[in-house]
């Protein structure tokens, strides 16, 4: 995957950027390409990232992450192996009841390439490569979103966040998404361990009655100050981005708001690209944890670099 420039933070979410859980395969029309399907992908780094200062390194072994549910048919298998602390080989695919990849299916790729000029050929193999190119275990990123199969794309950023937490633990256990189960009551919580330029990330998602009833999310400094009320902050990101915390931060959750829960319709805010990728993937791996029912608090123990 391609290395975004980071607006305000360094910290990565390995993951989080592409979104299946919560939503469908299916993708709305725009337009793209890509290059022809593969399904398995090794690891070439292509860019030295600044020397990491947070962030546990990654765990040696094989990690695992599968949907419990079938969407239009197929659902999402993911893998990645861990050697040396590196990330060496990474696989993305969506499979039907027999094993048989997406990316075969001619027929849904005909029908897909009508509205969306994109099919499961072509945004498979692009999520693979996005994912291969740019993983390691000194500098797990988000995923591009792809034209045409923003669904999928900000499914699988928040599955390599997962997978990536998960190889920082050395959990080897295989990772289950209840993708089709309602969201169960309770309060669910996320929250990044480390500081990237003074602030990390928290967020809380309350479910009622099987629904969301409501998120907050802030980006806050060890006093437990908000981004938002930092001036110094606001003024300097807005010589160059045009936009500063005290917009885009109430601005993500007023997107969340309207999607309700659909996460492919939050617009990403221009001038936050980072901010916007990340808030997409943390935010669907809370809704993954709401389907579960696992209210247990979600330490993100991102890695940060010095710039």
Known sequence: MKFRKVIYSTAAVALSMLMLSACSTTAK??????SSAKSSQTVKKTQKPG??????SLKDGTYKLVE????????????????????????????????KS?????????????????????YISQINQEWASDASADNPENL???SGATNSSYTASNYVGQLTQAAQAGNTKTIHIANKAKYQDGTYK????NYSHGYRQVYTLVIKDHKIDKLTYDQVDKNGKSKTKDAKYEKQMKKYAKVGPKEYIPKLMEEFAKSNGNMEKVQVVSGATESSNQFIAYVGQLLNAAQEGNARMIHVDNIVYKD
Request: zero cysteines; aromatic letters at 6%.
């Open 190 to 193: 996320l929250e990044e361990k």
């Open 51 to 56: 020397k990491k200062i947070a962030g546990a």
């Open 29 to 34: 029309d725009s337009s793209s390409s890509s």
């Open 102 to 122: 997406k990316a075969k299916d001619a027929k849904y790729e005909k029908e897909m390439k009508k509205y969306a000029k994109i099919g499961p050929k072509e």
């Open 144 to 146: 591009s979103a792809i």
């Open 68 to 99: 419990d549910s079938y969407d239009h048919g197929y659902k999402v298998e993911m893998e990645m192996t861990v050697k040396n602390g590196k990330i060496k080989n990474t696989k993305y695919d969506q499979v039907d009841k027999d094993g």
